[in-house]
């Protein structure tokens, strides 16, 4: 399969720019995926941990990014079993720099570069995925395609959690500050909010199940969603703790 010519976000958001090897240097990485590097890449790793996950499940990292999240992750999982995806090159290329310094090449992470969410690239499916920062910068028409490439390579069990800006109802196109934070999101540019009825919609189309799971913690009033690859009443996977 030929690879995409240009990064398909660019002109969405800013997340096309390439860094170069002297910013990276500068860890100015940290900075570009948001900031907050030990607080939010441990508070992701800690919800993820207190909704189930087990060294011996498979992760992706969807938007890994450089791995402030990742880290964590690669750390606490099995050998092999940190899948890490993004859009960015650099980023990557800075995560692979963060895992050598972290001592942890020896944890044999995955990580590709993909702007089209083509998980089948890395051969396998999962128990749990994750985005953090992701559909806060993604119009809905990617997001669809996010989950719809998320649906096949979900287990049956599995639970794929990714943040969001949320909306106090459909179509909000009135600019919105969240607190805390003081980030202001919008209708239909960068960065995004959605209501929850937008995203169980969107969920649905996609063949997945919605579940809000609100606040965890998040400093700049992100909150979280939950998508169930499961239509079985009383499956395991909708006992879990969401």
């Avoid at 990292?61 to 993004?86: A, Q, S, V």
């Avoid at 996010?146 to 069990?157: A, G, I, P, R, T």
């Amino acid at each position: 399969m030929n690879e995409p010519k240009e990064n398909s976000m660019k002109g969405i958001n800013s997340y096309s720019q390439e860094l170069t090897r002297e910013e990276m240097d500068k860890k100015l990485h940290r900075g570009f995926v948001g900031g907050m590097w030990e607080e939010l890449g441990l508070l992701q790793f800690e919800f993820l941990r207190s909704r189930g996950l087990t060294p011996q499940h498979k992760l992706l990292d969807i938007g890994c990014g450089c791995l402030r999240g990742g880290i964590h992750f690669i750390k606490y999982l099995e050998i092999g079993n940190y899948y890490g995806m993004d859009i960015n090159d650099s980023l990557i290329q800075a995560g692979k720099v963060e895992i050598q310094e972290a001592g942890l090449a020896n944890k044999l992470p995955n990580l590709l570069v993909d702007d089209q969410f083509r998980i089948e690239r890395f051969g396998t499916s999962f128990d749990f995925m994750v985005s953090v920062s992701v559909f806060t910068h993604l119009p809905m028409n990617s997001i669809i395609r996010c989950l719809c490439e998320v649906k096949k390579f979900l287990n049956k069990d599995g639970i794929y959690f990714s943040t969001f800006f949320q909306a106090p109802a459909s179509i909000w196109m009135k600019p919105l500050q969240h607190h805390p934070g003081g980030i202001i999101t919008n209708y239909d540019f960068d960065p995004f909010h959605y209501s929850v009825e937008e995203m169980t919609w969107i969920a649905n189309l996609s063949g997945l199940n919605f579940k809000l799971t609100g606040e965890w913690g998040h400093p700049r009033d992100q909150k979280m969603a939950a998508f169930i690859n499961c239509t079985e009443p009383g499956s395991s996977v909708q006992e879990k703790q969401l």
